[in-house]
T-cell receptor, first 114, second 113 residues
Framework: EAQVTQNPRYLITVTGKKLTVTCSQNMNHEYMSWYRQDPGLGLRQIYYSMNVEVTDKGDVPEGYKVSRKEKRNFPLILESPSPNQTSLYFC?????????????FGPGTRLTVL | AQSVAQPEDQVNVAEGNPLTVKCTYSVSGNPYLFWYVQYPNRGLQFLLKYITGDNLVKGSYGFEAEFNKSQTSFHLKKPSALVSDSALYFCAVRGYRDDKIIFGKGTRLHILP
């Protein structure tokens, strides 16, 4: 089954404690992306990756890091989380082959930073 | 800079009536336009997209959208609403030469029985 998986689904942590949210896709997509969803603000892109070892900032990259060492994985790293990073996070992947470009989303990770 | 506007935070429609969820955009060059739906406690699901070709695009669950280049709009429509259509709808845009994808703030659709 084609899917994007994220772990963990729920996480409560404290300010300053480093954490990683994993994202993996099994569709051989070259494009992967992280979003955060906040009430009234919709989805905002944090980082995206066009392919292995190619990453770039989205609209709200501050406080986040990413890496793309393998095509299927795109972890999101919060090295020193703060309460304003409490949010619902989605990973997505897509192919840029002409005529596709449809993003497939993971189930989401609800993060609370105390 | 790319942008997407969904001017209505919420739309209420009676079951069986037609529905429209509005979206306008701004990009450089030709746009790639998308609609996604989010049901409660779920991730986003793809509904439909416009890349090129016919301005009227048909998608999942009986939804369709019309690309209007002169008005820079991509409104989502359905001829007859169902209660099960109640959800949060997002419009998204990417410029042809852009890598970033911009989402609107979402419109909550309530279908009243």
């Amino acid at each position: 089954e084609a899917q994007v998986t994220q772990n963990p689904r729920y996480l409560i942590t404290v300010t300053g404690k480093k954490l990683t949210v994993t994202c993996s896709q099994n569709m051989n997509h070259e494009y992967m992306s992280w979003y955060r969803q906040d009430p009234g603000l919709g989805l905002r892109q944090i980082y995206y990756s066009m392919n292995v070892e190619v990453t770039d900032k989205g609209d709200v990259p501050e406080g986040y890091k990413v890496s793309r060492k393998e095509k299927r994985n795109f972890p999101l790293i919060l090295e020193s989380p703060s309460p304003n990073q409490t949010s619902l996070y989605f990973c997505a992947s897509s192919s840029r082959v002409a005529g596709t470009d449809t993003q497939y989303f993971g189930p989401g990770t609800r993060l609370t930073v105390l | 800079a790319q942008s997407v506007a969904q001017p209505e935070d919420q739309v209420n429609v009676a079951e069986g009536n037609p529905l429209t969820v509005k979206c306008t955009y701004s990009v450089s060059g030709n746009p790639y336009l998308f609609w996604y739906v989010q049901y409660p406690n779920r991730g986003l699901q793809f509904l439909l997209k416009y890349i090129t070709g016919d301005n009227l695009v048909k998608g999942s669950y009986g939804f369709e959208a019309e690309f209007n280049k002169s008005q820079t709009s991509f409104h989502l429509k359905k001829p007859s609403a169902l209660v099960s259509d109640s959800a949060l709808y997002f419009c998204a845009v990417r410029g042809y030469r852009d890598d970033k994808i911009i989402f609107g703030k979402g419109t909550r659709l309530h279908i009243l029985p």
